[in-house]
């Protein structure tokens, strides 16, 4: 019988295999197989909770409902597209800060 790393065929007392154990960190392609049977089951590692108010406000932008905003313009004036009073404010000290260091 060939050795294959990562996969260890156990024998009973009369010599016939009985347990075959499996390093899976060696051997993806058994992770779909063991799924479709039920004995494996890849977790998530997010709340299910969380992950279905992603998934809602996803469809909801869809549907029309809601408003997409870029993370590059979240800081910005909805109306003028430029940086809102606050947020200058913020980008003026961070600079006159860096020109006293």
Known sequence: MAKLAGIKIEKI?????????IDLRKH???IPLLEE???FK?????DPKFVAKIKKG????KNGK???IKLEDLWKDSKTKEPNAE?????K?????RKNL
């Open 13 to 21: 007392v009369k010599g016939k295999p009985a347990v075959v154990r």
């Open 28 to 30: 993806l392609e058994f």
């Open 37 to 39: 049977k039920g004995i």
């Open 42 to 46: 890849k977790e998530s590692p997010y």
């Open 58 to 61: 996803k469809q909801d932008i």
């Open 66 to 68: 809601g408003v997409a």
């Open 87 to 91: 947020t200058r404010k913020a980008i």
């Open 93 to 97: 000290k961070d600079t006159d800060n």
